[in-house]
């Protein structure tokens, strides 16, 4: 995490938003407080004020000298009165926060499930074909789905859902990522198969509801994922499988560390 699945992702969004990659310690330690699960309300304010006050003072030392980057392009708003700087600073928290932590994880986590799988794994490191590439991409964002949170909404009227009775007033949950282990979408949903069409998953969301960053993430994972193992052939696990911390605390699954040898 700490050598490789972290800097690759920091950096892409840093150099894209405009932020100094110098302060990736402090954006990354105040964007793991707000997904950590067993975080405090005020932790998760300190947290969000800090990256607040920093994406604001970088948004005016764009308002001063903007160059060719997301946040200089976000300036050109609050100039028209289309944004505040508020606004701006915000949408920089956001953008950062969702352009690391989340593309990290899935580094880190797919490259241990291909260590799992090395027929899989193989597949990956043989082929130069960026179809093949992509589709694995694809198949591994499936198979792994890294957000698990769920999406948390309130009855307002009774209704039949799927011949279950759902009344005014209940609280539900709809784990969405389950969705991509549905049976009746994907055939044996719990074998990782790198030559599936899985593109019907829903990873990203669905609807109006995606995620605005998915094109970025699917060239970060087919970058990686078609160069890691090609250039070390004999990648393996440096500890055993219980010996991983995974990271049941985060609202981002992942792992804390994934120690690696060849």
């Known amino acids: 995490m700490e050598a490789f699945a972290l800097p690759v992702p920091s950096l892409v969004i840093c150099q894209l938003l405009g932020v100094p ?16 699960m067993a975080a405090t309300q005020e932790q998760r304010a300190t947290a969000h004020g800090n990256l607040a006050a920093y994406l604001d003072n970088l948004v005016g030392e764009k308002l001063d000298n903007p160059g060719d980057d997301l946040l200089s392009g976000l300036t050109e708003r609050i100039r028209t009165g289309e944004l505040t700087r508020q606004d701006a600073a915000g ?37 130069e074909d960026p179809k093949v590439v992509a589709g694995a991409v694809e198949e591994l964002l499936r198979y792994l789905n890294i957000t698990h949170n769920g999406r948390r909404r309130a009855v307002l009227e009774d209704i039949e859902l799927d011949g279950q009775v759902l009344k005014a007033g209940d609280g539900v949950i709809f784990p969405n990522d389950i969705g991509n282990r549905d049976p009746g979408v994907f055939p044996d949903p719990d074998v990782l ?4 069409d899985a593109r019907r998953h829903v990873a990203f969301g669905f609807g109006v509801h995606q995620c605005l960053g998915q094109p970025l993430a699917r060239m970060e994972l087919q970058v990686v ?29 992942g792992v804390h560390s994934l120690p690696v040898t060849w």
């Open 21 to 36: 990659y110098a302060d990736h310690d402090f954006f990354q330690q105040n964007s793991k407080q707000l997904i950590k």
């Open 91 to 127: 949408i920089g928290v956001l953008l950062l926060l969702a352009g690391h932590e989340t593309t990290a994880n899935m580094i880190a986590l797919g490259t241990l499930a291909l260590l799992e799988h090395p027929e899989q794994l193989a597949v990956l490191r043989e082929t």
């Open 193 to 196: 198969d790198l030559h599936r």
């Open 225 to 253: 994922y078609s160069t890691l193992y090609r250039r070390i052939p004999t990648l393996r696990r440096a500890a055993e499988l219980d010996e991983i911390p995974f990271k049941h605390d985060g609202a981002v699954y």
